[in-house]
T-cell receptor
Framework: DQQVKQNSPSLSVQEGRISILNCDYT??????FLWYKKYPAEGPTFLIS?????DKNEDGRFTVFLNKSAKHLSLHIVPSQPGDSAVYFC????????????FGGGTRVLVKP | NAGVTQTPKFRILKIGQSMTLQCAQD?????MYWYRQDPGMGLKLIYY???????DKGEVPNGYNVSRSTTEDFPLRLELAAPSQTSVYFC????????????FGSGTRLTVV
């Protein structure tokens, strides 16, 4: 039972264009969502987060959108840069369950120069 | 400013052997976690701890044990290694659950043959 799903295993985008990563969840009790970025041979690093009481959070080139009714969130990277090439994980947590993170399977992004 | 340190980085075990994966953090975080990442998959929670002396099971605890005698250290013990435990193991810590994001170690790549 995969509660957090990233249906696109990979994404290729031209430098300077927008990257859109999608994530769907099934547990309506999730109240906090995060995106992590991972380079090979390194641990994931926190990128951006959003509370369930918001529908958008922006941090520089990164914007996360949350659609609670559709149980869907997305990460927009504008403009995409070659250094953004990495695996991106969507994660969700439920405060009542101790804030443990449940991760999606990841999306590998390749930004072409 | 080490963050979360995991040792060893790589290890090959024979079926039936045991080993301990070490994890130490120097940020005085109360919460610590162990995840495993199988090839092409997301991270799955093995065990977690909300403070010294307190541990609890995650999604995939079978075949593993943990202890938390100090705030800094959270070792993961594998007893009777099996090929199914071949994975990359990540330790993480956070000051107060996922609201503040986790800090991950760089991982331990374990192969059981």
């Amino acid at each position: 039972d995969q509660q957090v799903k990233q249906n696109s295993p990979s994404l290729s985008v031209q430098e300077g264009r927008i990257s859109i990563l999608n994530c769907d969840y099934t547990n309506s009790m999730f109240d906090y969502f995060l995106w992590y970025k991972k380079y090979p041979a390194e641990g994931p690093t926190f990128l951006i987060s959003i509370s369930s009481i918001k529908d958008k959070n922006e941090d520089g080139r990164f914007t996360v959108f949350l659609n609670k009714s559709a149980k869907h969130l997305s990460l927009h990277i504008v403009p995409s840069q070659p250094g953004d090439s990495a695996v991106y994980f969507c994660a969700a947590s439920e405060k009542a369950a101790g804030n443990k993170l449940t991760f999606g399977g990841g999306t590998r992004v390749l930004v072409k120069p | 400013n080490a963050g979360v340190t995991q040792t060893p980085k790589f290890r090959i075990l024979k079926i039936g052997q045991s080993m301990t994966l070490q994890c130490a953090q120097d940020m005085n975080h109360n919460y610590m976690y162990w995840y495993r990442q199988d090839p092409g998959m997301g991270l799955k929670l093995i065990y977690y701890s909300v403070g010294a002396g307190i541990t609890d099971k995650g999604e995939v605890p079978n075949g593993y044990n943990v202890s938390r005698s100090t705030t800094e250290d959270f070792p993961l013990r594998l007893e009777l290694a099996a090929p199914s435990q071949t994975s990359v193991y990540f330790c993480a810590s956070s000051p107060q659950g996922s609201l503040y994001g986790y800090t991950f170690g760089s991982g331990t790549r374990l192969t059981v043959v």
